[in-house]
């Protein structure tokens, strides 16, 4: 539940994974990101938690999804760190299938503040640590994810539901085990074309 960091990272994510694919090694980039300064962060302590948050982000896209990352249009990248997110953090993972995608395929195209509450509240009956988040850092967590589906282009700024529109350019890059994680997005099954179970 650390997401609380910033939104989407697009400009700053193309970045590190540009110069991830040249050095393929994290520790490398990380270090030369904060010794350069290459997020114009005031403070390193800012430095410091950005990079540790996008780093973790996009350690979970494979190099063909990193490689279609940096060579793309604005709109794939999104869907792409949207992708990452959703694999980072399992919380997001399933609220973009629960929530996001299930109203999107019954036609509910509406997501609100209330569809997030709802959906804490039920998963905190199964995860018990939920209950000791703090109403602010909650309220902090819904405002972020909220931030990050409308910078991903899947929510727009009324809040309605954008379908996703995945290119064969991403359908290819994911490989065929992870392919159920084209469930995160917003989408009817018949637009997934490849997708398997």
Known sequence: ??????????????????????????????????????LQARTLSTSKRVCREIISR????????LDLLVTTNSQ???YLLWLAICRRYRFIGDF?????????????????????????????????????????????????LFKILREAELLTPKISINAAILSYRILAAIPPDKRNDLLFFPAFESDLKGMTR
């Open 96 to 144: 973009a299938i629960e929530v996001l995608r299930e109203r999107y395929i019954t036609l509910k195209n509406h997501l609100s503040y209330e569809d997030f509450d709802f959906f804490f509240n039920k998963k905190s009956e199964w995860h018990t640590e939920l209950d000791d988040i703090s109403l602010t850092t909650r309220n902090k967590l819904r405002q972020v």
């Open 58 to 65: 996009l350690k979970n896209l494979c190099p063909t999804e």
């Open 1 to 38: 539940m650390s997401f609380t960091t910033g939104g989407l990272f697009r400009r700053e994510s193309v970045i590190f994974a540009v110069l991830y694919l040249e050095l393929n090694d994290w520790t490398i980039v990380r270090d030369k990101v904060l010794s350069e300064n290459l």
């Open 76 to 78: 794939e990248q999104g």
